[in-house]
């Protein structure tokens, strides 16, 4: 079974700045994607990003790009020019493709201070 | 275009009554899956469906139940309803068709409350 950890339940940082989220995964899988999550207060979930494993470059979304190191099963997120509207939970989430489910880490909540 | 819709947007119930909960996917998506999240905590997959079938189920007692009809909306149902189920029920929608059409949009979620 897939498992994901977010170790950081709670961060913050000053708007402007630059913050990195944390999230590891286990898998026996060689092909899989990997998303983040952005849920904000209003409980929507929003998709900030994706990454398929096979790519070999990482994937950039505006000020949101991840860094995937297969090897350490590690998929981190880094928000640049943070702004207030990003405060909300992050979640990072794991697929097999096909007709499998996401499976979801805890969560961490990320304060952005004006 | 609209995105995933879910009705009701909250719902308080009392211990054992029965719930169905609703979902419309995006336009042109075949596959609907449901979650449960409770406070705190990441989602966790109760369903999925494809085409009308049942794909895919996660760990939780036969009280859930759900369906997709032929314009691919869905139903959730729990019924026994417990305090325990008192979480905030996530409807996501994909095209299943493989790479990025497996990509999963969500619904802003039904907020369910058992007394």
């Known amino acids: 079974a897939q498992t994901v950890t977010q170790s950081q339940p709670e961060m913050s940082v000053q708007e402007a700045e630059t913050v990195t989220l944390s999230c590891t995964y286990d898998?026996?899988?060689?092909?899989?994607?990997l998303f983040w999550y952005k849920q904000p207060p209003s409980r929507q979930m929003i998709l900030v990003i994706r990454?398929?494993?096979?790519?070999?470059q990482n994937a950039t979304e505006n000020r949101f790009s991840v860094n995937l190191q297969k090897a350490a099963k590690s998929f981190s997120l880094k928000i640049s020019d943070s702004q207030l509207g990003d405060t909300a939970m992050y979640f990072c989430a794991f697929m097999v493709p096909g007709n499998t489910p996401l499976v979801f880490g805890k969560g961490t909540r990320l304060s952005v201070i004006a | 275009d609209a995105g995933v819709t879910q009705s009701p947007t909250h719902l308080i119930k009392t211990r054992g009554q029965q719930v169905t909960l609703r979902c419309s996917p995006i336009?042109?998506?075949?596959?609907v899956s449901w979650y449960q999240q409770v406070l705190g905590q990441g989602p966790q997959f109760i369903f999925q469906?494809?085409?009308?079938?049942?794909?895919g189920r996660g760990n939780f007692p036969d009280r859930f139940s759900a369906r997709q009809f032929p314009n691919y909306s869905s139903e959730l149902n729990v019924n026994a309803l417990l305090l325990g189920d008192s979480a905030l029920y996530l409807c996501?929608?994909?095209?299943?068709?493989?790479?990025?059409?497996?990509?999963?949009?969500f619904g802003p979620g039904t907020r369910l409350t058992v007394l």
């Open positions: 996501a929608s994909s095209y299943l068709a493989g790479g990025s059409t497996d990509t999963q949009y």
């Open positions: 898998t026996s899988e060689n092909n899989y994607y």
């Open positions: 469906y494809y085409e009308k079938e049942e794909r």
């Open positions: 336009s042109g998506h075949k596959s």
């Open positions: 990454q398929e494993a096979y790519k070999q």
